[in-house]
């Protein structure tokens, strides 16, 4: 059966960095693709981060893609997203998942894990 579980988060204060883990059990992250998602309070969950099975990176916007990085360690069958230069902004559950390119990119599951808190603040 298939499992992400997602790791490290933590409170941070501004312009800090955290690092999080997806580790994936049941399932062979190298030939999917992953994404990290976001869901901050009152909002939707969005997608900020992919990885292709062939490790290609798409980030949402400028903004995160200036700051984040999206990596995976094949032999650990798992994915990173090492988040620097944090804001309040960045406050949220943070989410992993995999599966086709397309639905990675329309965050098109119906199995979520339990995500991890990330909460920046002073």
């Known amino acids: 059966q298939r499992q992400l579980v997602e790791s490290g988060g933590g409170l941070v204060q501004p312009g800090g960095s955290l690092r999080l883990s997806c580790a994936a059990s049941?399932?062979?992250?190298?030939?999917?693709?992953t994404g990290w998602y976001r869901q901050a309070p009152g909002k939707q969950r969005e997608l900020i981060a992919t990885?292709?099975?062939?490790?290609?990176?798409?980030y949402k916007d400028s903004v995160v893609n200036d700051r984040f990085t999206i990596t995976r360690d094949n032999a650990k069958n798992t994915v990173y997203l090492q988040m620097n230069s944090l804001t309040p902004e960045d406050t949220a559950v943070y989410y992993c998942?995999?599966?086709?390119?397309?639905?990675?990119?329309?965050?098109?599951?119906?199995?979520w894990g339990q995500g991890t808190q990330v909460t920046v603040s002073s």
């Open positions: 990885i292709s099975n062939s490790g290609v990176t798409h």
């Open positions: 049941g399932v062979d992250l190298s030939i999917y693709s």
């Open positions: 998942n995999t599966g086709s390119a397309i639905m990675v990119s329309l965050g098109d599951f119906t199995s």
